[in-house]
């Protein structure tokens, strides 16, 4: 793998965030729900580079609140996972946001590698979970939660 670079997502990126998207999610956002995340004062949305973009995070949350940041994609491409990048772009986030953040996420219950993932970097499984969260197909999710301090 060639030098990891994370940079701010913008606009232009969409169309290739799309297609990641569509490669690993079931029910994946558009390239017009990227560019309106990308645009919303209150997402923050990192991407991953090395030879080409290869992961991606989008989170909401006000930089101005103390209120927990919602995490509303972490992905890496298949061919560059267990690569190190997911945790890059983790931390990355969490750096924009600051150490006294807390942060939140949905993951679905099959989802075993993003679990094991999560709780690598300290994020702690909240109780009971969250009735057909997802579409395509409908399956419910688990809410996991970290302090940024307590992420590795």
């Known amino acids: 793998m060639n030098i990891l670079r994370i940079v701010t997502a913008d606009t232009d990126m ?6 990641i998207e569509k490669e690993i999610f079931s029910d994946p956002w558009s390239a017009a729900s990227f560019r309106s995340e990308i645009v919303s004062p209150f997402t923050t949305s990192l991407c ?10 989008f989170a909401d949350g ?3 609140s ?15 996972r267990r ?3 997911a945790a890059k772009l983790l931390c990355e986030l969490i750096k924009k946001y600051g150490e006294n953040r807390g942060f ?3 993951v679905r219950v099959s989802n075993q590698a993003a679990i ?3 709780e690598k970097m300290g994020f702690i ?3 009971g979970e969250r009735k057909n969260f997802y579409d395509d197909p409908r399956e419910n999710a688990y809410t996991y939660k970290s302090e940024s301090k307590e992420v590795i």
């Not at 991953?48 to 992961?55: F, M």
């Open 14 to 19: 969409a169309e290739k965030l799309a297609i």
């Open 48 to 57: 991953a580079y090395t030879d080409e973009l290869c992961g991606y995070v």
């Open 62 to 64: 006000d930089p101005q």
């Open 66 to 80: 103390s209120d927990p940041v919602y995490i509303q994609k972490i992905a890496v491409k298949k061919e560059y």
């Open 83 to 85: 690569q190190g990048i």
């Open 104 to 106: 939140v996420l949905d």
């Open 116 to 118: 094991m993932f999560y």
């Open 125 to 127: 499984r909240l109780n």
